[in-house]
């Protein structure tokens, strides 16, 4: 008897114990080339935000309310500050089913990652953490919030997304399979054609309208540059080499475009413009740095390092930056340099603004060009104690927050005042950070001379010495 009241008691308990109802479950389809998305709500609200809502980065206009179209009555799609919210058209809450159809954006977003690659050959690349949605009380309070949440700094959890293919298995996660159920993965589910080509032990999935060239320049380089941060960083915890996603936009006139991103297991390449469809030195130089870059932010991803909050990209940004140019230093000192100058001048034009606000200024570029000209400090006063480079001022700070996963501004700065020693340079790092500054050069020539870094001062510029990389 007593067995049994125990047994009961467990139970119980374990009932007691249960989870309650996810607020929100998706499922994504395409068949007949048409794409919908159907939400399953098992919470009332009068609005629901979708964390995922950056503007385009050429315009800087949402994307969500032109490529979604609400297909349920009495819920609309709307803008409220930084962020695209879903909310009834009258007073009650919004439906618990909901139907959207929806067109694949390709468009690049301003700090967040492209909801869709598309291909020549009708295969299609959805970026699975768009479909998340979160439950909102206070509708008024979501239009001030910062921009580039989290779902779980919004209040939430990723919502659980099922995608479909009526045509058959999509390819995620390293192989083909029939309706996955994705919860905040972070990752591309590919729908239609996709072969999987393996050069010099990296998988790639490239358009096939790709330019071969750059094919190559990826195969061959991206094994190097992994090779040389595992040698300064470490090796990561999963030795694989990622899934390379690489997208063509077309041959457009007059251009030569790189951007992409980095999630689990993935690095997305997209690549426009007529001065890419035939390889030339120019265009090179820049994959090669673009190579560089990206993989630099998947080696400090992937070994769960972050910013604390969306004004910290500078940390980030400017690091990958200052490891893409020291590792292209080696073989290009001349391109390293004249990059690391242009990051000097543009960090100049921005800091007269508190450096955190730039992406709500949309001026991410502030974030590379002052997270590189910081970093250039930093590297500097670390060679000025016997160390060789950037490498060596940031593989401390990596190793003190793999456990935490996260470093922030006040971090990345105590760490600077340490081997910087004492000077005006930690003051003038956190006003250009937090409020601007009124002479940018001044402000950057005196961080420069505490570091040890080599310029020389020419009116309103800041120039590099050779030696400075």
């Given at each position: 008897?007593?067995v049994?009241?125990?047994a009961?008691?467990a139970?119980?308990?374990?009932?007691?114990?249960?989870?309650?109802?996810?607020?929100?479950?998706a499922?994504?389809?395409?068949?007949?080339?048409?794409w919908?998305?159907?939400?399953?709500l098992?919470?009332?609200?009068?609005a629901?935000v979708?964390?995922?809502s950056?503007?385009?980065?050429?315009d800087?206009?949402p994307?969500?309310?032109?490529e979604?179209?609400?297909?349920?009555?009495g819920?609309?799609?709307?803008?409220?500050?930084?962020?695209?919210?879903?909310?009834?058209t009258g007073?009650?809450?919004?439906?618990?089913?909901?139907r959207?159809?929806?067109?694949?954006?390709?468009?690049?977003?301003?700090?967040?990652?492209?909801?869709?690659?598309t291909?020549?050959?009708?295969?299609?690349?959805?970026y699975?953490?768009?479909?998340?949605?979160?439950?909102?009380?206070?509708?008024?309070?979501?239009?001030?919030?910062?921009a580039?949440?989290s779902v779980?700094e919004?209040g939430g959890?990723h919502?659980?997304?099922?995608f479909?293919?009526?045509k058959?298995p999509?390819?995620v996660?390293g192989?083909?399979?029939?309706n996955?159920?994705l919860?905040?993965?972070?990752t591309?589910?590919?729908?239609?054609?996709?072969?999987?080509?393996?050069?010099?032990?990296l998988?790639?999935?490239?358009d096939?309208?790709?330019?071969?060239?750059?094919?190559?320049?990826?195969?061959?380089f991206?094994?190097?540059?992994?090779?040389?941060?595992a040698?300064?960083?470490?090796?990561r915890?999963?030795?694989?080499?990622?899934?390379?996603?690489?997208?063509w936009?077309?041959?457009?006139?007059?251009?030569?475009?790189?951007d992409?991103?980095?999630?689990?297991?993935?690095?997305?390449?997209?690549f426009?413009?007529?001065?890419?469809i035939e390889p030339?030195?120019r265009?090179?130089?820049?994959t090669?740095?673009f190579i560089?870059?990206?993989?630099?932010h998947?080696?400090?991803?992937?070994?769960?390092?972050?910013?604390?909050?969306?004004?910290?990209?500078?940390i980030?940004?400017?690091?990958?930056e200052?490891?893409?140019?020291?590792?292209?230093?080696a073989?290009?000192?001349?391109y390293?340099?004249?990059e690391?100058?242009r990051?000097?001048?543009?960090?100049?034009?921005?800091?007269?603004?508190?450096?955190?606000g730039a992406?709500?200024?949309?001026?991410s570029?502030?974030?590379?060009a002052?997270g590189?000209?910081?970093a250039?400090?930093?590297?500097?006063?670390?060679?000025?104690?016997?160390?060789?480079?950037?490498?060596?001022?940031i593989?401390?700070?990596?190793e003190?927050?793999?456990?935490?996963?996260?470093?922030?501004?006040?971090?990345?700065?105590?760490h600077f005042?340490?081997?910087?020693?004492?000077g005006?340079?930690?003051?003038?790092?956190t006003?250009m950070?937090?409020?601007?500054?009124?002479?940018p050069?001044e402000?950057?020539?005196?961080l420069?001379?505490?570091?040890?870094?080599?310029?020389?001062?020419?009116?309103?510029?800041v120039?590099?010495?050779?030696?400075?990389?």
């Amino acid at each position: 008897m007593l067995v049994l009241i125990i047994a009961i008691a467990a139970q119980v308990s374990a009932i007691g114990a249960r989870q309650p109802p996810l607020p929100a479950t998706a499922t994504v389809t395409r068949a007949r080339d048409k794409w919908q998305i159907e939400y399953r709500l098992t919470k009332k609200s009068s609005a629901w935000v979708f964390p995922v809502s950056q503007p385009r980065q050429a315009d800087h206009n949402p994307w969500r309310e032109e490529e979604w179209r609400v297909v349920t009555p009495g819920v609309r799609i709307e803008r409220r500050g930084a962020y695209d919210v879903l909310v009834s058209t009258g007073d009650a809450s919004v439906p618990l089913k909901i139907r959207i159809a929806f067109t694949p954006t390709s468009a690049t977003l301003d700090r967040e990652y492209d909801p869709a690659v598309t291909f020549s050959n009708g295969a299609t690349a959805l970026y699975s953490d768009q479909f998340d949605v979160v439950p909102i009380a206070d509708l008024d309070a979501i239009g001030l919030k910062q921009a580039g949440l989290s779902v779980e700094e919004l209040g939430g959890t990723h919502t659980p997304v099922r995608f479909h293919d009526a045509k058959g298995p999509v390819f995620v996660q390293g192989y083909r399979q029939r309706n996955p159920i994705l919860t905040g993965a972070e990752t591309y589910v590919v729908f239609g054609t996709s072969k999987i080509e393996e050069r010099n032990g990296l998988a790639m999935l490239a358009d096939p309208a790709l330019p071969e060239w750059l094919k190559a320049e990826v195969a061959g380089f991206a094994p190097q540059v992994a090779a040389t941060y595992a040698a300064r960083l470490g090796r990561r915890t999963d030795p694989s080499l990622p899934l390379l996603l690489m997208g063509w936009r077309g041959p457009t006139a007059g251009k030569v475009i790189n951007d992409g991103g980095v999630r689990p297991g993935q690095i997305l390449f997209n690549f426009e413009g007529e001065g890419l469809i035939e390889p030339n030195e120019r265009a090179a130089r820049r994959t090669r740095w673009f190579i560089a870059h990206e993989m630099a932010h998947f080696w400090l991803g992937t070994s769960g390092i972050g910013y604390r909050m969306p004004s910290e990209a500078w940390i980030t940004e400017g690091g990958a930056e200052m490891m893409a140019f020291t590792l292209l230093a080696a073989s290009d000192h001349d391109y390293a340099l004249s990059e690391l100058q242009r990051a000097v001048e543009d960090c100049i034009k921005f800091a007269i603004k508190p450096i955190a606000g730039a992406g709500d200024r949309h001026e991410s570029r502030a974030f590379y060009a002052c997270g590189a000209t910081f970093a250039l400090a930093a590297a500097s006063a670390v060679r000025r104690d016997g160390g060789r480079d950037y490498f060596d001022f940031i593989q401390p700070l990596l190793e003190d927050h793999r456990s935490d996963r996260l470093l922030g501004s006040i971090d990345w700065v105590r760490h600077f005042a340490a081997v910087s020693g004492e000077g005006p340079a930690v003051h003038i790092m956190t006003s250009m950070l937090d409020a601007g500054v009124p002479d940018p050069a001044e402000a950057i020539e005196k961080l420069f001379r505490q570091a040890g870094v080599p310029y020389s001062r020419n009116a309103g510029s800041v120039m590099l010495a050779p030696n400075a990389i």
